[in-house]
């Protein structure tokens, strides 16, 4: 009696696991499917001075997705003393929040390595001019 006993509770211990794990699966989206839809968010963010997304101009350097949807992005503006330093980066971190799916971003920015203008992407060289 006492292993029919064990055993039930470990069944129910099991299936409890089970429910618990698919749960947490369910509430976080796919890595790779929340990176591109942090990108599709990016490239809704212009700069006001270029007609072209920043994400195409080259200004998000890197967009890292971590366990429980926690995003970092590391991104540059076009000179330091860009007008639009203030808001952008704001921009980006709150485009990145409103996807489905993230939990939290942190936001860094840099000037390393200096932004040039090869850093754009040829769709941006096109709509520019540069092509």
């Known amino acids: 009696m006492f292993f029919k006993k064990k055993k039930a509770k470990e069944n129910n ?4 696991n089970k429910e618990t794990n698919n749960a947490m699966k369910s509430s976080q989206i796919e890595v790779p499917n929340l990176k591109e839809k942090i990108v599709e968010a990016l490239k809704t963010v212009y700069d006001p ?7 195409e101009l080259g200004l998000i350097y890197e967009i890292k997705v971590f366990p429980v949807n926690n995003v970092y992005i590391l991104m540059t503006l ?5 007008p639009s330093a203030e808001e952008l980066p704001g921009e980006v971190k709150a485009k990145a929040l409103s996807v ?6 942190e936001l860094d920015l840099t000037f390393e390595p200096p932004y040039h ?7 941006a060289k096109l709509e520019l001019g540069f092509l």
């Open 13 to 16: 211990s099991e299936e409890q």
């Open 49 to 55: 001075e270029i007609p072209v997304d920043i994400y």
């Open 78 to 82: 076009t000179t330091p003393n860009c």
């Open 100 to 105: 489905e799916g993230v939990n939290d971003v």
């Open 117 to 123: 203008q090869d850093m754009m992407s040829e769709a």
